[in-house]
């Protein structure tokens, strides 16, 4: 069961990462195809996207430093903040952007603490 939570709460962390690269480095092209934005409001939106892409960052680095301290309460204890922050923020964003947010971001975040709790 441990083995699966690592697995799965490194899947958010992946997700997390293309979601930085999607908000930032590849917003004019991809990001904008992605988010469905024409060339104008792409434009317009470009640097709030690359702020958001910044915190999203950050819910990158909690996990990693999760997977990387030497101690390992503290590593859990970053693990769950992260998890906890990227479930919240998918259900914040389900309800003011994209109701998907809810299955890409939350439900694999729910999952992957779950299955910390049972292992």
């Not at 699966?4 to 990001?31: K, M, Q, W």
Request: proline residues 3%; charged residues 10%; hydrophobic residues 55%.
């Amino acid at each position: 069961m441990q083995l699966l939570a690592h697995i799965v709460t490194a899947l958010v962390a992946l997700i997390h990462v293309y979601i930085v690269l999607l908000e930032t480095v590849l917003f004019p092209t991809r990001g904008r195809r992605v988010f469905g934005l024409s060339q104008e409001k792409a434009e317009l939106m470009r640097p709030a996207m690359s702020n958001q892409g910044c915190y999203n960052g950050f819910l990158v680095a909690a996990l990693c430093v999760g997977w990387l301290h030497p101690d390992a309460a503290t590593g859990a204890a970053f693990t769950v903040f992260g998890l906890c922050c990227v479930a919240v923020a998918g259900i914040w964003g389900a309800i003011t952007v994209k109701r998907s947010i809810l299955f890409i971001q939350t439900v694999p975040a729910v999952l992957a603490l779950a299955l910390r709790t049972l292992a």
